[in-house]
């Protein structure tokens, strides 16, 4: 738990030194705490962890992994903050502490052992959320982005707390080794009680990571916010929501599969239908990554689906492909709409020939969330329709092969328009650090396409 403690202190820390107006300081003292942060995690790994504070936290393999992967993700996005915030606020400051303190949440989120912990971390994570939506005052998308996130967010946790109120009414505790136990011992005679209020809970988690049909808000917020803000919700907390998804349903209500196993089937279906079909008409490249991710959504449910002892390696080797393919690719649109103005397709037509090496890393990530072989995210896929194939979900796996068929449609015509479309625009070009942010997360996703085991295999 040190980790969660000093990341707490890491962002008091950070709004005094914009208190003392030191700006320069901002991003290294952010960067090297994080580090810090990530180091105290890793020594976590394999320590036996116990339930701690009575029983409300439990810092095991399971949370450290999840930890490790929001945190580098954070670093990533951090490291092309360079100058973005400067140009939407002079209080750069505030920025960089309300993403730690999003980040407090997340860790929350992924070593819970308490549902009232769960619903903590979830309220730290989204408050500092709705503010990084809205956080471009004078900007109507922005302002729209914050009030629809801060409608649903409100929406959703209703239906999060309402079922958390019915599972403690069945069981009489938010401890998950109680209703663990109380699963167990009454494998017959569940109160209806505790059935409503896992379907309740699986509503509003569904509405926290942003699968269909409770995704409507998941676009315009994405489209609306900051970039960097955009991508910081599409991938960080995206992996923080599957891990609480995950921590539940795998350790405690696995024995209750046939129960929850056909709405889940159901949504998954939706999700991949919607988000694919609606990413394909987009015009806007971040519009279009927007709705790519409530597929991807999508996809990371096929783990809980197909619940089993792969469950965890898969969403975690998803999760991290994802995540670095969702950075390079905005890491790129912030640049290109910064010197061209526009996040259309057509901003990145002849970017080939402009800047090699930036359309190199791009079409990386785009082959990357199409699942193209020897890349991390075709690896992603080929765990998550293993697992359902194992369960005999089929069909399921049918249906998700035409969605990725979809999908790569759609993600390769950035890739044309870069290599086979002219242009009369400038040469884009890139910073040092963009360079080395683009250059490590390709690599990243190449290394773990060829060699998955350096993550599959953790548990």
């Given at each position: 738990m040190?980790?969660?403690i000093?990341?707490?202190v890491?962002?008091?820390?950070?709004?005094?030194?914009?208190?003392?107006?030191a700006?320069?300081?901002?991003?290294?003292?952010?960067?090297?705490?994080?580090?810090?942060?990530?180091g105290?995690?890793?020594r976590?790994?394999?320590?036996?962890?116990?339930?701690?504070y009575?029983?409300?936290?439990?810092?095991?393999?399971?949370?450290?992994?999840?930890?490790?992967?929001?945190?580098?993700?954070t670093m990533?996005?951090l490291l092309?903050?360079k100058?973005?915030?400067?140009?939407?606020?002079?209080h750069?400051?505030?920025?960089?502490?309300?993403?730690?303190?999003?980040?407090?949440?997340?860790l929350?989120?992924?070593?819970?052992?308490?549902?009232?912990?769960?619903?903590?971390?979830i309220?730290?994570?989204?408050?500092?959320?709705?503010?990084?939506?809205?956080?471009?005052?004078?900007?109507y998308?922005?302002?729209?982005?914050?009030?629809?996130y801060?409608?649903?967010?409100?929406?959703?946790?209703?239906?999060?707390?309402?079922g958390i109120?019915?599972?403690?009414?069945?069981?009489?505790s938010?401890?998950i080794?109680?209703?663990k136990?109380?699963v167990?011992?009454n494998?017959?005679?569940?109160s209806?009680l505790?059935?409503?209020?896992?379907?309740?809970?699986?509503?509003?988690?569904?509405?926290?990571?942003?699968?269909a049909p409770?995704?409507?808000?998941?676009?315009?917020v994405?489209?609306?916010?900051?970039?960097?803000?955009s991508v910081?919700m599409?991938?960080?907390?995206?992996?923080?929501?599957?891990?609480?998804?995950?921590?539940?349903?795998?350790?405690c209500?696995?024995?209750?599969?046939d129960?929850?196993?056909?709405?889940?089937?159901v949504?998954?279906?939706?999700?991949l239908?919607i988000?694919?079909?609606?990413a394909?008409?987009?015009?806007?490249?971040?519009r279009?990554?927007?709705?790519?991710?409530?597929?991807?959504?999508?996809?990371m449910?096929?783990a809980?689906?197909?619940?089993g002892?792969?469950?965890i390696?898969?969403?975690?080797?998803?999760?991290?492909?994802?995540?670095v393919?969702?950075?390079?690719?905005f890491?790129?649109?912030?640049?290109?709409k910064?010197?061209?103005?526009?996040?259309n397709?057509?901003?990145?037509n002849?970017l080939?020939r402009?800047?090699p090496?930036?359309?190199?890393?791009?079409?990386?990530?785009?082959?990357?969330?199409?699942?193209i072989?020897?890349?991390?995210?075709?690896?992603?896929?080929?765990?998550?329709f293993?697992?359902?194939?194992?369960?005999?979900?089929?069909?399921?796996?049918?249906?998700?092969?035409?969605?990725?068929?979809?999908?790569?449609?759609?993600?390769?015509?950035?890739?044309?328009?870069m290599?086979?479309?002219?242009?009369?625009q400038?040469?884009?070009q890139?910073?040092?650090?963009?360079?080395?942010v683009?250059?490590?997360?390709?690599?990243?996703?190449?290394?773990?396409?060829?060699?998955?085991g350096l993550?599959?295999?953790l548990?």
């Amino acid at each position: 738990m040190s980790a969660l403690i000093t990341l707490s202190v890491l962002a008091i820390v950070v709004l005094y030194l914009g208190l003392f107006k030191a700006k320069n300081a901002l991003l290294p003292v952010t960067l090297v705490g994080l580090a810090v942060v990530l180091g105290l995690a890793v020594r976590e790994w394999n320590s036996n962890a116990a339930p701690i504070y009575s029983s409300m936290m439990l810092f095991d393999n399971f949370a450290v992994a999840f930890t490790a992967i929001c945190v580098f993700s954070t670093m990533l996005i951090l490291l092309i903050s360079k100058d973005y915030f400067e140009r939407i606020s002079e209080h750069v400051a505030e920025y960089y502490a309300i993403i730690l303190f999003a980040l407090t949440g997340i860790l929350v989120m992924v070593s819970y052992h308490n549902l009232s912990m769960l619903f903590i971390g979830i309220e730290i994570m989204s408050v500092s959320l709705y503010i990084l939506a809205g956080i471009r005052k004078k900007s109507y998308s922005s302002n729209e982005a914050a009030l629809k996130y801060f409608l649903m967010g409100a929406f959703s946790t209703g239906f999060l707390l309402f079922g958390i109120t019915l599972l403690y009414g069945a069981t009489g505790s938010f401890d998950i080794a109680v209703i663990k136990n109380y699963v167990i011992s009454n494998p017959t005679h569940i109160s209806p009680l505790f059935y409503s209020g896992l379907l309740l809970l699986i509503v509003g988690l569904c509405f926290k990571v942003g699968v269909a049909p409770f995704h409507f808000w998941a676009p315009d917020v994405y489209e609306g916010s900051p970039s960097l803000i955009s991508v910081f919700m599409m991938t960080v907390v995206k992996t923080a929501g599957f891990a609480a998804f995950l921590r539940i349903f795998l350790f405690c209500f696995a024995p209750l599969h046939d129960f929850w196993m056909m709405p889940l089937m159901v949504i998954t279906i939706l999700t991949l239908f919607i988000g694919n079909i609606s990413a394909l008409y987009q015009h806007s490249f971040k519009r279009m990554l927007a709705f790519s991710s409530v597929s991807h959504a999508g996809y990371m449910l096929f783990a809980i689906v197909a619940l089993g002892s792969a469950s965890i390696n898969a969403v975690i080797l998803y999760a991290t492909a994802y995540s670095v393919a969702s950075i390079i690719a905005f890491a790129v649109l912030i640049l290109v709409k910064r010197q061209m103005g526009s996040d259309n397709y057509e901003s990145f037509n002849g970017l080939g020939r402009k800047n090699p090496f930036m359309a190199f890393a791009l079409t990386v990530a785009m082959l990357s969330l199409a699942g193209i072989p020897l890349t991390a995210g075709f690896i992603g896929k080929f765990m998550m329709f293993s697992s359902a194939l194992s369960e005999y979900h089929v069909s399921l796996v049918v249906l998700a092969v035409i969605n990725a068929v979809i999908g790569i449609f759609y993600y390769l015509r950035v890739v044309v328009s870069m290599y086979f479309k002219d242009s009369d625009q400038h040469v884009v070009q890139s910073t040092p650090i963009f360079s080395f942010v683009l250059a490590f997360s390709a690599i990243v996703t190449i290394v773990l396409g060829v060699y998955p085991g350096l993550i599959s295999n953790l548990f």
